[in-house]
Structures are given as C-alpha cells and as structure tokens.
C-alpha cells in the first residue's frame, strides 16, 4: 500500500519532531500542520479524532484516497515495527 501521513502537531513539542524524523528515515511522504499558532484548530483536531496529544497522525492511502486516523508518536512506531 502506497501510503502518505498527514501530521498535525507543534514545532516545540519533542514527540512530533521525533514522529516527522521516523518518517524521514523510513522515507515516507508526509505533510506536517504546524498549530503552534493557532491553539484554538488544534484544540478542535483534538476534538474531531478524540486525542489528547500532539502528534495526530493520519495515513493517506495514495491509491484508494482512504484516509485513517493513526494516532501518536507511539501508534506510529508500532505502524512501523517491522521496518525500524
């Protein structure tokens, strides 16, 4: 599956700056959302996906268009266990 990730977050936060290098090291194409000023969106991201944190993480499947919520750092690492 051809896949991008779309990554919502902050540039000061440490889990988001760790989730972008995951994706650079593994190559995958990506799209990062800064909200560092603009509190108030990310608050309603949180909301919509019903997470608390940043990162959000979603997968784009580039050849359906199917898009899925993936979660955090975390739920990246384990997308991605067998390949790190």
């Known amino acids: 599956m051809a ?3 779309i990554v919502y977050g902050r540039t000061g936060c440490p889990f988001c700056r ?3 290098d995951t994706l650079d090291d593994l190559r995958q194409e990506k799209a990062f959302f800064d909200f560092t000023d603009d509190p108030e969106s990310i608050e309603d ?4 996906y019903k997470w608390a944190t940043v990162p959000m993480i979603l997968e784009n499947n580039t050849e359906t268009g199917e898009t899925r919520f993936l979660g955090g750092y975390d739920d990246l690492r384990r997308r991605f266990r067998h390949e790190l």
């Open 3 to 5: 896949s991008r990730f």
């Open 18 to 20: 760790m989730a972008l």
């Open 45 to 48: 991201a949180k909301r919509f």
